[in-house]
């Protein structure tokens, strides 16, 4: 057994390589990977640890106000999610998010191990100088830059923007350590702690250089505020009678307050003349910063997206509309205001909770982090280090301002629960929190061995069957697709294509993992082009049958109320008409369905214009057309359009002509051509 706590600890630390981790071979390379990973470790270091407490009652969890309320707020969450609209949503989410309870539950796991199993101040020096190390590879990963905007292995920069003010704190902390160690001239700890130094320093000039790279608006006003209220603050806090900060250092810090508000203050105010657009211009995130409106279309949206979380809040204030579930509530309320047509989060982490959870969700989330400030608080009045406390207490304050604009990712989760772990590791280093009972060693009888077997198994089963089997339906589902994009371009492996494309999927389909709703949508999205294929026409309609099956069981089992999906669903039965005309009235129903859900959004009218006109029913689609017309706010030429090719397909000439025309003056190429094909209009 003397070698099972550094086998837990190791493992504990590998965890700060996660953010690396990209898989070009699963859907969402850049967020399924990383948890599938996460998980599998999680739960091996669980089985070795709970081996381990049984044994050692030094590594139980210590009870304190911390991990009483993040047990209540998971509690919230599990309830709440059997009380909203889609419990399975709740637990498992998607591959694009992976956020739901199931996966959560691992990072709770991952905070009870970690706050109770490091025991000395060098065990979190170790961690954290790793993922100091490791944050600037992270911003490096394939030199990702999403629209002139740093992202990394991250695949977002609003998220690596977060994820670098985490290391910033890292830093700061091993460079307070080290500098503390080598000040007191202890010559056998030198060169550890020059090395942390020097990782420090790393840490320090290269986080703040990906904050400013991401060009994350929200994260860098959260960290323009913590540093401005350090700025104000600390020149006046005293600390044992005197001051912290030496007078020079107040003087200076004095002047930086004045300096920094000048210059701020005046590229917003000058932000419109020609010299100053000349200096900004060139830098991606200051024209970014210069220009924030709420009248821009990014700010107006999430405004907007607020306003629909606080209806949906409204309409389910205590029970929620369970976690992960804000795209329901969305659906309902969506007008064409917005200039983006689909929103699973509220880009806000409080929003998201209070629609999800309700109210006591919220309160629940609250006092996490109010625990959290309790015990940096009673860590520091305990005898504890203030430039400690300073440095997280800091650090927290700025996470919970950027979730004003912000949500979470696999890689925040990773940051914030070590974070909060090593706040309650503090809070028991100087015996504070709310006390617990001595623990007594176990020794195993055969009852027990069979019990930690028995637990043992089931960890193994949950692994296999929400771990394993969904990242190889991910991976099959990929190779399927990929299969299908050789059918269309290789005439000589065309028919392979196919059917290797149709095996695959359906063997990934076939596992029935969380993940087919995510499968589905790509093929509605990649399966285009079948004229291309070159194979028998038999063979393309018994794909396509096929894949409507595939699709149509799958939105009917995990999605049927989820709008994105039955959207999906009829674009690819309408794209597919002319090789399987008997999807129509199917179609139909299903966007009658559809309707309810969401009764503001005209591509659902559309849709359903197009199925009622394939079949015949000319009046009803003009009437589908004339209501996504009204609807229409950004996409009105394509509607106008749209409605003219009904009135035409109706003999209605003057009507059709009438749109098609209109259309065509908002200079919308289709109608144009149209118009120039069809002269006797």
Request: include cysteine; proline fraction near 4%; hydrophobic fraction near 45%.
């Amino acid at each position: 057994m003397f070698f099972l706590p550094q086998i837990i600890k190791y493992l504990l630390i590998a965890t700060m390589f996660i953010p690396l981790i990209v898989g070009g071979d699963f859907n969402f390379p850049y967020i399924a990977p990383k948890i599938f990973v996460f998980e599998i470790i999680v739960e091996i270091i669980f089985l070795l640890w709970l081996w381990l407490i049984l044994k050692k009652p030094e590594y139980r969890p210590k009870k304190n106000i911390l991990t009483i309320s993040l047990s209540l707020f998971f509690a919230i969450l599990i309830i709440t999610a059997f009380t909203g609209v889609n419990p399975n949503r709740s637990f498992f989410m998607d591959y694009e998010r992976m956020d739901g309870i199931f996966h959560l539950l691992h990072f709770y796991v991952f905070f009870l191990v970690l706050s109770s199993f490091f025991r000395k101040r060098s065990d979190w020096e170790e961690l954290f100088a790793l993922s100091v190390l490791v944050s600037p590879i992270v911003a490096l990963t394939f030199q990702r830059i999403y629209n002139g905007r740093l992202s990394g292995s991250l695949g977002n920069p609003d998220f690596i923007a977060c994820y670098a003010i985490f290391n910033l704190a890292f830093a700061l902390f091993l460079i307070y350590s080290a500098w503390q160690k080598i000040s007191q001239k202890r010559k056998n700890l030198i060169w550890p702690e020059i090395i942390y130094l020097s990782i420090g320093g790393i840490g320090l000039l290269s986080t703040p250089l990906m904050l400013w790279m991401s060009g994350t608006r929200g994260a860098i006003l959260a960290f323009a505020i913590v540093i401005g209220l350090n700025i104000l603050i600390l020149p006046w806090i005293r600390y044992q009678r005197k001051y912290i900060l030496s007078p020079k250092w107040r003087k200076g810090l004095i002047v930086l307050i004045f300096t920094g508000l000048l210059i701020v203050g005046g590229l917003y105010l000058a932000r419109n003349n020609s010299k100053i657009n000349n200096l900004v211009s060139r830098s991606h995130t200051l024209k970014r910063l210069t220009h924030i409106s709420v009248h821009s279309g990014t700010v107006r949206n999430r405004l907007l997206v607020w306003q629909y979380g606080w209806e949906g809040f409204k309409e389910r204030p205590i029970r929620g509309w369970g976690w992960d579930n804000f795209l329901v509530s969305f659906n309902k309320h969506y007008t064409t205001k917005l200039s983006e047509p689909w929103f699973d989060k509220a880009h806000n982490e409080y929003l998201d909770v209070l629609v999800a959870s309700g109210i006591f969700g919220l309160l629940s989330y609250l006092f996490v982090f109010f625990s959290s400030f309790y015990l940096l608080q009673r860590y520091f009045r305990g005898g504890g280090d203030f430039w400690i406390f300073w440095i997280f207490t800091s650090l927290i304050i700025f996470y919970l301002l950027q979730n004003i604009s912000l949500f979470d990712t696999p890689a925040i989760y990773l940051m914030i629960f070590t974070v909060l772990g090593f706040i309650a590791w503090l809070s028991s280093s100087v015996q504070k929190g709310i006390s617990q009972k001595s623990s007594k060693e176990m020794s195993l009888n055969s009852l027990g061995w069979g019990m930690y077997g028995a637990i043992v198994l089931l960890i193994i089963i949950i692994s296999y069957q929400w771990v394993i089997k969904p990242a190889r339906a991910s991976y099959l589902a990929i190779k399927g697709l990929e299969y299908y994009q050789l059918a269309v371009h290789s005439k000589v492996n065309a028919r392979i294509g196919i059917s290797e494309s149709q095996r695959l999927i359906s063997q990934s389909l076939d596992l029935h993992t969380y993940g087919s709703p995510e499968v589905i949508k790509l093929l509605t999205e990649q399966i285009n082009e079948p004229d291309k294929i070159d194979i028998p026409l038999e063979q393309k309609q018994q794909y396509l049958s096929w894949a409507n099956q595939k699709i149509s069981q799958v939105v009917q089992e995990f999605s049927s109320d989820d709008v994105r999906y039955l959207i999906a669903l009829t674009n690819f039965q309408i794209s597919h008409y002319r090789y399987d005309r008997g999807t129509m009235a199917q179609a139909e129903k299903t966007l009658q369905g559809a309707v309810l859900m969401s009764p503001y959004r005209p591509t659902v009218w559309q849709n359903l214009g197009w199925t009622q006109l394939f079949q015949g029913k000319k009046s009803l689609a003009i009437q589908s057309f004339q209501q996504a017309v009204k609807l229409s706010y950004h996409h009105l030429p394509q509607a106008k359009y749209f409605l003219g090719l009904a009135y035409y397909s109706d003999h209605q000439d003057k009507m059709a002509k009438e749109n098609l025309q209109a259309a065509a003056d908002y200079g919308y190429k289709p109608a144009k051509d149209f118009l120039k094909k069809h002269p006797e209009l």
